[in-house]
């Protein structure tokens, strides 16, 4: 993919995409040049950054899309919004970002204005300002109540789940959501050991089912992912926001999605290649009943990984997987 002078210059200012944190770390968005490469962001264009986080990928779109370009930035957590706004506040006529979920996309981009979109951004990826910031439940190496929400407004927290849900619907969160192989054994201390009060209760009990071994990742890591996107129904959502995605493209307009375990992975590359297909009927059936119509062309055949070099300068971004497709015209 080749990258004009503008999008390189755009690129080095951002020192491949770092933000600062309040929390005394550093955020560095992941696969910024091939995100933007596949968007294909031009001059003028108008985009959407659905998970716009601390402004990483939104300046480095607003940055390419100048002169004219325009950008909706959305963001479940009203934290995250402030730091994106602070970071763009140099393209003040440029951008609107708005608190909400971008399974309500299509209201929001109404609302506000934005149709006939040139492309939409989704990076699933939890920001390390999220992880860092004392009291979200989000780290299992500090003392922090069990929360894990994005939206501080949403019901369910993680110390619901743990402390009054059943052995067998727990194990099956974390077998399902985790891909946690002890999820049973987990369960099973979990609710012998309850109440549990903290992250690092928590973390510290996993750690003794696995019987104190850890390898390159901490042996909680699997049960925290599925309590956090159990909390957030996490998957249900890329559902949502894919298919809003896909009705605010303009034909020709792009599509980029960046996840980071498989079970996203396998929900985006699923529908973008089932969106990719007229008939989507079950193969024995000899006759197509189900009229449907394909509104994308899938852009990656091989997903995109980030380089040696970014996972070196950027160890969380490992397991970063980028799909791009394009909305075809007439569907």
């Known amino acids: 993919m080749v990258l004009d002078r503008r999008f390189q210059v755009s690129y080095a200012l951002l020192g491949g995409g770092v933000v600062c944190g309040e929390a005394g770390f550093l955020h560095q968005s992941v696969l910024v040049r091939e995100a933007v490469g596949h968007l294909a962001v031009r001059p ?89 910031t004392p009291g979200r439940g989000f780290s299992l190496l500090t003392e922090e109540p069990l929360d894990m929400r994005y939206d501080p407004e949403g019901e369910l927290t993680a110390d619901h789940m743990v402390n009054t849900y059943s052995l067998d619907r727990l194990a099956t969160i974390l077998s399902q959501l985790g891909e946690e192989p002890r999820a049973r054994s987990i369960a099973r201390a979990i609710v012998e050991q309850r109440p549990l009060a903290t992250t690092l209760e928590l973390a510290n009990l996993v750690m003794k089912a696995y019987g104190g071994r850890r390898g390159r990742t901490h042996p909680a890591t699997r049960t925290f992912q599925a309590l956090r996107i159990a909390v957030n129904s996490e998957l249900d959502n890329v559902r949502a926001g894919l298919f ?38 079950p193969p024995n059936i000899p006759v197509c009943s189900c009229e449907h119509i394909a509104s994308l062309k899938v852009r990656t055949k091989k997903i995109i990984i980030p380089t040696p070099e970014e996972v070196r300068g950027n160890p969380r971004s490992r397991s970063a997987r980028l799909r791009a497709a394009e909305r075809l015209p007439g569907a």
């Open 44 to 132: 003028g264009g108008v985009y959407v950054d659905a998970t716009v986080g601390e402004g990483g990928h939104a300046l480095a779109i607003l940055q390419a899309s100048m002169p004219g370009g325009q950008l909706l930035g959305i963001d479940l957590d009203p934290k995250v919004v402030d730091h994106a706004r602070q970071r763009l506040q140099h393209h003040q006529s440029s951008y609107v970002i708005t608190q909400g979920s971008y399974t309500q996309m299509e209201e929001l981009a109404a609302s506000l204005g934005f149709t006939q979109l040139d492309g939409i951004l989704l990076d699933l990826g939890m920001s390390s300002f999220q992880l860092g």
């Open 244 to 281: 809003a995605a896909i009705n605010l493209l303009r034909p020709g307009g792009r599509l980029v999605v960046i996840s980071y375990h498989s079970l996203e992975d396998r929900i985006v590359k699923g529908i973008l290649t089932q969106e990719s297909r007229g008939c989507i009927c």
